[in-house]
Nanobody, 121 residues
Framework: QVQLVESGGGLVQAGGSLRLSCAASGRTFSSYNMGWFRQAPGKEREFVVV???????YYADSVKGRFTISRDNAKNTVYLQLNSLKPEDTAVYYC???????????????WGQGTQVTVSS
């Protein structure tokens, strides 16, 4: 069982930055692939980025070069640095965990409650 709690969302102007955190419970955090997804109003949840348990990462094209994911297994925490934010990045951002090597939301079994990111123009 893994419980996830996100923090760090907020309101920022276009071009600004935010850092999201996702704290996980459990002693097997290092075994999980950790992903970030986002959902804008009226849209489906979409994949943003994943950090595999071995540390490699994979980004959606829409955020590549602007967002950076990292994980600290000693702290059971995954981070998402959001730079050069655009209004279209506005969404609820969710942290999720899976044992599978996947970017598909339905294959992530554990989810946080989400944190709102709003980017004003």
């Amino acid at each position: 069982q893994v419980q996830l709690v996100e923090s760090g969302g907020g309101l920022v102007q276009a071009g600004g930055s935010l850092r999201l955190s996702c704290a996980a419970s459990g002693r097997t955090f290092s075994s999980y692939n950790m992903g970030w997804f986002r959902q804008a109003p009226g849209k489906e949840r979409e994949f943003v980025v994943v950090v595999w348990k071995g540390g490699l990462t994979y980004y959606a094209d829409s955020v590549k070069g602007r967002f950076t994911i990292s994980r600290d297994n000693a702290k059971n925490t995954v981070y998402l640095q959001l730079n050069s934010l655009k209004p279209e990045d506005t969404a609820v951002y969710y942290c999720a965990a899976t044992l599978q090597p996947t970017t598909r939301a339905r294959e992530y079994g554990y989810w946080g409650q989400g944190t709102q990111v709003t980017v004003s123009s």
